[in-house]
């Protein structure tokens, strides 16, 4: 019998989704209020390119989290029918 490793980035579960959707949430909208010091500043700055970079990858990070839990579950639906 083989033994299958969970890893959450390929096989996440729902509770993965909510769990990483709400820190990526709070980590961007704590990003957001840094940058602009609670919205008096504008957001759009040169001297925040890297805070930039960081929401950027922190959005595609999820966005593929989002993507490998439909795969796996239009996948298994699949197999499942069979």
């Given at each position: 019998?083989?033994?299958?490793?969970?890893?959450?980035?390929?096989?996440?579960?729902?509770?993965?989704?909510?769990?990483f959707t709400?820190?990526?949430?709070?980590?961007?909208?704590?990003?957001?209020?840094?940058?602009?010091?609670?919205?008096?500043?504008?957001?759009?700055?040169?001297?925040?390119?890297?805070?930039?970079?960081?929401?950027?990858?922190?959005?595609?990070?999820?966005?593929?989290?989002?993507?490998?839990?439909?795969?796996?579950?239009?996948?298994?639906?699949?197999?499942?029918?069979?």
């Amino acid at each position: 019998m083989e033994t299958v490793k969970r890893n959450f980035i390929k096989n996440p579960s729902i509770k993965n989704l909510i769990l990483f959707t709400l820190l990526w949430f709070v980590g961007i909208l704590l990003l957001t209020l840094s940058t602009t010091d609670l919205f008096t500043e504008s957001f759009f700055q040169k001297k925040y390119v890297m805070i930039y970079f960081l929401m950027i990858g922190s959005t595609i990070a999820t966005g593929k989290l989002y993507i490998n839990y439909w795969k796996n579950k239009n996948l298994n639906s699949h197999s499942n029918a069979e």
